[in-house]
């Protein structure tokens, strides 16, 4: 019954993102403009708000779905997580209209982390047992408060989202059938896979449909939420894999920006991914390496769920990093083409 239903929520995802950005388009084209500015990767005003299909998606097909089956992890949990999507759905989109100062946005961002947190439905910290019970909740809350900013941050080139989100949702769909989520979290990891391949139609390079905050933060959130249930059962290497691509690009930028002295919230194109670009490498380019790399993270997280064992986790996250590290280089140097091209 769960693998039908994971079909068919996958499915049902794609359509429904499929249709209300359809139905939508005019509207977005006409009020919800994204112009270039220093951070832009585009040339010319493109509608945003592609999000909204992606989320309304999701909710509908999850809570369908999982009232279906009864597999809800319990008021509270479900509760709090439409909760807070729709929170940060809301807060994205008044971003994307009227962009919000800083600190209110982080505090409506953590608030919603810690909701999610606070009412997980999990048997187990992130750490031994006889430490702190608020150290580990205040790794989780800087953690998930950071997930939710970089996948943000990250979502500055056409099918550059599509190209880390989807990957890791499937990955975390197949890993749920095979026992490691429970059957909410992998039927929202499934239906949160197929809406994003019903956006990518739109977003694929040249794109027609940019995300939005309204798209960026929420699909941050779940994807955390998923994380977090996947590292409390115990597969904390599984939950640092996945991930590690956009985790890398997003923080050493923000370290480096930072030792530079330079403003974290303004809008710039020192990510590794944006360079990139600069470097000669197009958008699909940028995206097929991406979601190669990804493949190879997911390949590593497999082995840690087969193989749980320490040393078998050390060798794994210091490969997945020795991949990214080396992808994060190969953007930042010139293509051949690019160099030719300079030198005629």
């Known amino acids: ?154 979502d500055g080139l056409d099918w550059i989202t599509v190209a880390e989100m989807v990957p890791v949702t499937a990955a975390l769909a197949i890993f749920g059938w095979l026992g490691f989520l429970d059957p909410f979290a992998t039927l929202l990891a499934a239906s949160l896979c197929g809406a994003l391949c019903g956006f990518a139609l739109f977003n694929k390079p040249v794109a027609r449909l940019f995300l939005g905050d309204v798209g960026s933060l929420p699909i941050g959130l779940m994807v955390a939420w998923l994380l977090y249930l996947l590292a409390t059962n115990g597969y904390v290497a599984a939950a640092i894999l996945l991930p590690l691509y956009f985790c890398a690009d997003a923080t050493i930028t923000l370290i480096r920006r930072a030792l530079r002295r330079e403003r974290l919230f303004e809008a710039h194109r020192n990510h590794f991914y944006q360079r990139a670009t600069d470097n000669g490498f197009t958008a699909m380019q940028v995206a097929g390496h991406v979601f190669a790399v990804n493949l190879g993270l997911i390949a590593l997280a497999s082995v840690t769920l087969i193989l749980p064992y320490p040393a078998v986790q050390v060798l794994t996250i210091a490969l997945g990093l020795g991949i990214v590290m080396a992808l994060l280089m190969r953007f930042s140097r010139p293509t051949a083409q690019w160099t030719t091209g300079e030198n005629k």
């Open 1 to 154: 019954m769960l693998t039908i239903l994971l079909i068919c929520a996958l499915l049902i995802a794609f359509a429904l993102a499929v249709a209300i950005i359809a139905m939508s388009m005019p509207l977005l084209q006409r009020y919800a403009l994204a112009r270039p500015n220093a951070r832009s990767s585009h040339r010319i005003p493109t509608p945003q708000g592609g999000g909204i299909a992606v989320v309304a998606g999701v909710l509908v097909t999850t809570f369908g779905a999982a009232s279906l089956l009864d597999v809800a992890p319990g008021m509270p949990a479900a509760l709090s997580l439409a909760t807070g999507t729709l929170l940060l759905t809301l807060t994205g989109a008044w971003d994307d209209i009227r962009p919000m100062a800083a600190l209110p946005r982080l505090a409506l961002q953590a608030g919603c982390v810690a909701l999610l947190i606070g009412f997980a439905p999990v048997e187990a910290g992130l750490f031994p047992q006889d430490w702190p019970a608020a150290f580990g909740l205040a790794i989780a809350l800087l953690a998930g408060l950071w997930f939710v900013n970089l996948v943000n941050f990250m």
